[in-house]
């Protein structure tokens, strides 16, 4: 299992990159399209390796 403190970093960063992908215009957001699926796929490999109950709480 995570470390919670590396959970709390985890889960910090995961906001702001999801912060920012939904902040995009829409010309950014086609130069940034493989950028966002890195995100969707970090996502995913966080909560399969953890089961930490802050982690469940994402929206992608």
Known sequence: MVENKNIKKLQHN?????????????????????????????????LKKSNHPALKSFEV
């Open 14 to 46: 995961l906001e702001k990159a999801i912060s920012a992908r939904n902040n995009c215009t829409i010309s950014k957001q086609r130069t940034l399209s493989q950028w966002c699926q890195l995100v969707d796929d970090l996502k995913a490999k966080i």
